[in-house]
Structure formats: structure tokens, C-alpha cells
């Protein structure tokens, strides 16, 4: 494990939102098989997934983010580690469970409400609103079974199996019934999002952002037929009702739907893996460290943190586009760790090129500009006009290093940038 690598990731929340998906992935395939093997990896990865749900939440808190559905992964989708951890131990699994439900209620209509106000959010990551309240229903239905054996032997009495249902009609499916509700609305919301903003994500080259459509739509699945199952166990209503019937189609249609994307997306993964594991940085420009960022200044001195209803890309995100990637290459003979933005994805957000950089870049430094100004005209209004040039530019930025050229994001001339050593 290149280590350097993991600690960059970690340190912005926009590279470290995906790291959720890897936890989750560990907990779904080790969990109930492999024996002790099995057992010990599904606590590891739940115990590591809860430790990057504290440090998601602390270094988003520094970056001052707000949130949005690139939490989930690391937040919320610790329902199912709860839904892994319960085969175990019952205590656990309620607790994460009770966690995952509790973070749902923070950052869930705060992040759907800021996906519709600010355009500048990526498609791939509004995408993943989808596995929000999926994961929790599906955590939450750890709620449905007896908490233990001596649990499951009393219900053989009928006595206490008509209180067992009769408290789960009553407190339990109203919880289901609510939460299936947030999973159609996050379908909705998905597929308005999806229509009115492919025409500028079809630009975009593939990367293994593209591949975060996948996870979303099988949770979402999953959710499904979780509520199904609990709807047919607990409901007093006929089986064969219009809304049971419905409720079936649509299960199997998510199901293929999310199962045919799953095996496309992959093949495609598959493709391109190899191209982006070798990165070719002889005649790359090499950016900033991300402590030496532009936008690093402003999140430092508080100018640049993230708004409700914004028109302008996340300063977490630009930080991460403007800095590139820790990766690892052999220069030399030696593996070094160097960086680059030749990389495909920040996260669930497809890179920036140059010009997109750049001019996004300058829409937050107008946000600040006319922030600390209001009185000043936007129009026309240089972004440097009232930033302090001796406070964002520091010659070191410009050392060269393993024979690559540093590259000044200080310029807000692209072409220039653009020209050959």
C-alpha cells in the first residue's frame, strides 16, 4: 500500500469521499462467509469505515463543505456495515444502524435541497443521492428480526408473536414507509438532474467517476426489495394489492436496470484501467502541493467556504483539481511519489481541465472579492483586486523537480500555460 498516496487522499473530503464505497465493498463480501476470516475482515472494515465517518465529517468541517451526496458513502452508508456487523453482534448493528439513521437526518434534505440550487455540482455526484436513504432502509431492516435465539424461541409462542407484530406495524413501518418515500424521491430528483445536466457531462472523457452510477442504482435496488419484504411480513393488506404489484415491477425493473449498468460500467472500467494505473509525468506540468494552493489561502483565512445556494464550484473541489494526485512512478531507476493532474477523477467529480480550472478558480475569488466588498460592481472586477499578492505567491512554488516544470497556477492565462518548455 503506497501510504503517501492514502494520507493524500484523506486530507481533502472531495478525494476522500469514495473511500466509503471500498469499506462497504469489504463488508459486503466478507460478511456471513469465510468463516473467522470472514468475520474479522467485516469488523475491521466496519471499524475503519465508522473511524472515516468521524474524520469525513472533522476535515469537512475544516474545509468548511457543506453537505452533499458525496457524504453518503462515508456517512451514511454505514447502514450497511450495521446490516453486516448484526450477524455477529446485535449491539453493534443497532448501533451503527442507529448512527447511519442519525446522519441521514442531518445531511439528507440539506443535500438534496443544495443539489437543485447550484448547477456546479457534478452529475455523478447528485447520482449518488440515490444510495443515501437506500442504504438506511436497508440497515434499518435489522430491526424487523428477533435480536437473538432466546428472541426467535419466545416468538414460537403465539402471544408473543402478535406483540411482536403489533409493535412493528406501529412503530417500525412507519420508519419503512418514510424512508421508501426519501428512496422515490431521490429516484425523481436523480432523473431530473440526470436529463438537465448530461448535455454538459457527456463532455466529459470516462473516468471512474462514471463508474459511481453503479453502487447508487443497486442500493437503490436493494432498498426496494428490503421494504418489499418488510411490507409482505408486517402489512395487514392483501398480497396481490395494485401497490404490491407495482411495487414488484418496479424491484425488477431497478434490479436489470442497475444490473446491466453494473456489467457495462465495468467492462469499461476494465478498459481503461490500465491507462490510468501508468501515468506518463516526463512532459507533465507539475501543480502545487495542496497546501500551496490559491484556494488553500482563502480556506485558511475563511474566505472560501461553502454556501446553501452557491454559483461556484466547492473550494474543496478546486483545491483538489488544482493540485492533482500523489502518485507513484518509476524516475530513474527509483519509485518516486510525484504529483499530476493527469488524472481522470477527483473523487465523483470528473477533472477539470486548464480553462475550466481557471475559470472557476476566478468565479470563487470574485465570491470572495465582492464578499468582503459588497459595494464593489462584480462586472468586469479582477479577482486579484483586493486579495494580497505577497500573501497567495511564494517563489518556492516555482522549483523545479525531477526535471519537470512547476506549474504557476497563479496565471490566469491559460494559453499561456498551455505553451511547451
Known amino acids: 500500500i503506497a501510504f503517501p498516496v492514502v494520507r493524500d487522499e484523506l486530507a481533502n473530503p472531495t478525494t476522500a469521499a469514495p473511500l466509503g464505497l471500498l469499506c462497504m465493498a469489504f463488508e459486503k463480501i466478507f460478511a456471513g462467509n469465510f468463516g473467522y476470516t470472514g468475520k474479522a475482515i467485516t469488523f475491521i472494515a466496519s471499524g475503519l469505515h465508522t473511524a ?62 443544495r443539489i437543485h440550487a447550484n448547477e456546479k455540482i457534478s452529475l455523478p455526484v447528485c447520482w449518488v443521492q440515490l444510495s443515501g436513504p437506500a442504504v438506511i432502509v436497508y440497515g434499518f431492516s435489522i430491526f424487523s428480526q428477533p435480536g437473538s435465539d432466546e428472541d426467535e424461541f419466545a416468538l414460537l409462542i403465539q402471544e408473543n408473536k402478535d406483540h411482536f407484530f403489533q409493535v412493528h406495524r406501529r ?45 447508487p442504482l443497486i442500493s437503490h435496488a436493494n432498498a426496494m426489495q428490503c421494504y418489499r419484504s418488510s411490507l409482505n411480513k408486517f402489512s395487514s393488506t392483501p398480497p396481490r394489492t395494485i401497490f404490491k404489484i407495482l411495487l414488484y415491477r418496479y424491484w425488477t425493473l431497478s434490479l436489470i436496470c442497475g444490473t446491466v449498468l453494473l456489467f457495462t460500467m465495468t467492462w469499461k472500467f476494465l478498459m481503461y484501467l490500465p491507462s490510468w494505473c501508468q501515468i506518463d509525468v516526463e512532459d507533465d506540468e507539475m501543480p502545487p502541493a495542496p497546501n500551496e494552493t490559491v484556494v488553500t489561502q482563502l480556506l485558511k483565512n475563511g474566505e472560501a467556504g461553502d454556501e446553501m445556494k452557491q454559483n461556484y464550484v466547492s473550494a474543496a473541489v478546486l483545491q483538489a483539481n488544482e493540485s492533482g494526485a500523489l502518485v507513484r512512478v518509476l524516475q530513474d531507476g527509483k519509485m518516486k511519489y510525484v504529483r ?70 497563479l496565471s490566469f492565462d491559460a494559453s499561456t500555460m498551455m505553451r511547451p518548455s
Not at 89 to 105: D, E, K, M, Q
Not at 183 to 200: D, F, G, I, Q, T
Request: proline letters at 4%; glycine letters at 6%.
Open 340 to 409: 499530476s493532474r493527469r488524472m481522470s477523477s477527483m473523487g465523483f467529480d470528473p477533472i477539470m481541465n486548464v480553462s475550466e480550472l481557471m475559470s472557476e478558480r476566478d468565479r470563487l475569488l470574485q465570491h470572495v472579492t465582492y464578499a468582503a466588498n459588497p459595494s464593489r460592481d462584480r462586472g468586469g472586477m479582477s479577482s486579484f483586486d483586493d486579495i494580497h499578492w505577497d500573501t497567495l505567491h511564494e517563489p518556492d512554488r516555482l522549483r523545479a523537480s525531477s526535471g519537470r516544470r512547476k506549474l504557476d497556477f
Open 171 to 215: 412503530l417500525y413501518m412507519p420508519v419503512m414507509h418514510t424512508l421508501f418515500a426519501f428512496c422515490m424521491v431521490s429516484m425523481a430528483s436523480s432523473l431530473y438532474l440526470l436529463r438537465s445536466r448530461w448535455k454538459v457531462f457527456r463532455e466529459k472523457q470516462f473516468s471512474p467517476a462514471h463508474v459511481s452510477f453503479c453502487a
Open 52 to 113: 472515516v465517518a468521524f474524520w469525513f465529517i472533522f476535515i469537512s468541517v475544516v474545509y468548511k463543505t457543506l453537505p452533499e451526496p458525496s457524504w453518503f458513502s462515508n456517512t451514511t452508508g454505514i447502514g450497511l456495515a450495521a446490516a453486516k456487523v448484526y450477524l455477529y453482534w446485535t449491539a453493534g448493528g443497532y448501533f451503527l444502524s442507529g448512527f447511519s439513521l442519525l446522519a441521514f437526518s442531518m445531511f439528507y434534505v440539506i443535500s438534496l435541497y
